[in-house]
């Protein structure tokens, strides 16, 4: 069985700041890909930023940025120069040979002026 | 715009009662998975076709199906409602539904369950 764990429900920054979430993971695969996605209160999904576990360079898309560390089972997404836009529930989910996403709580990510 | 596209938006109905969720992947997407998401549950995996046949199955209860047709649209049916079925149900399509994809959400059907 895989799970995904988001240990923080909640989360503050101020704008500009810099904010980092948190997610753990558990698989048995070696083969696997992780991916942020964040649901603003129109409740779309997208998609923030995405890595292969195969890669060791950690991926970057503008202000977002992950902290991969494959042997802890680790995958934080950093959020630089806070907008308020990015307030959001950010999730983190799994994927591997079962196909479908596997997703964790969700962190409310609240931005304030 | 993800280029999903589900209808309803919303549905309200009343419980026994049976629903159709529409879903319309991304133009040359083959893949469509379902996904429900609610308060207690969180977002949990139903289903995914893949060309029209049923690839991989979650946590689909037993009175709900599902199909994707020639077109490459698909149906969700939920049957016998029950007030623990009100959610937001997505659909979310990717090229050829292999786990290295991005899947694409559309904006969700939400569903009421009175």
């Known amino acids: 069985a895989q799970t995904v764990t988001q240990s923080q429900p909640e989360m503050s920054v101020q704008e500009a700041e810099t904010v980092t979430l948190s997610c753990t993971y558990d698989?048995?695969?070696?083969?696997?890909?992780l991916f942020w996605y964040k649901q603003p209160p129109s409740r779309q999904m997208i998609l923030v930023i995405r890595?292969?576990?195969?890669?060791?360079q950690n991926a970057t898309e503008n202000r977002f940025s992950v902290n991969f560390q494959k042997a802890a089972k680790s995958f934080s997404l950093k959020i630089s120069d806070s907008q308020l836009g990015d307030a959001a529930m950010y999730f983190c989910?799994?994927?591997?040979?079962?196909?479908?996403?596997?997703f964790g709580k969700g962190t409310s990510l609240l931005v304030t002026p | 715009d993800s280029g999903v596209t589900q209808t309803p938006k919303h549905l309200i109905t009343a419980t026994g009662q049976r629903v159709t969720l529409r879903c319309s992947p991304r133009?040359?997407?083959?893949?469509v998975y379902w996904y429900q998401q609610s308060l207690d549950q969180g977002l949990q995996f139903l289903i995914q076709?893949?060309?029209?046949?049923?690839?991989a199955k979650g946590n689909i209860l037993e009175r709900f199906s599902a199909q994707q047709f020639p077109d490459l649209h698909s149906e969700l049916n939920l049957s016998s409602l029950e007030l623990g079925d009100s959610a937001l149900y997505f659909c979310?399509?990717?090229?050829?539904?292999?786990?290295?994809?991005?899947?694409?959400f559309g904006p969700g059907t939400r569903l009421l369950v009175l």
């Open positions: 979310a399509s990717s090229v050829v539904g292999q786990p290295q994809e991005t899947q694409y």
């Open positions: 133009s040359g997407d083959l893949s």
């Open positions: 076709y893949y060309n029209g046949e049923e690839r």
């Open positions: 698989t048995s695969e070696s083969d696997y890909y």
């Open positions: 890595q292969e576990a195969y890669k060791q």
């Open positions: 989910a799994l994927s591997n040979s079962g196909y479908a996403l596997n």
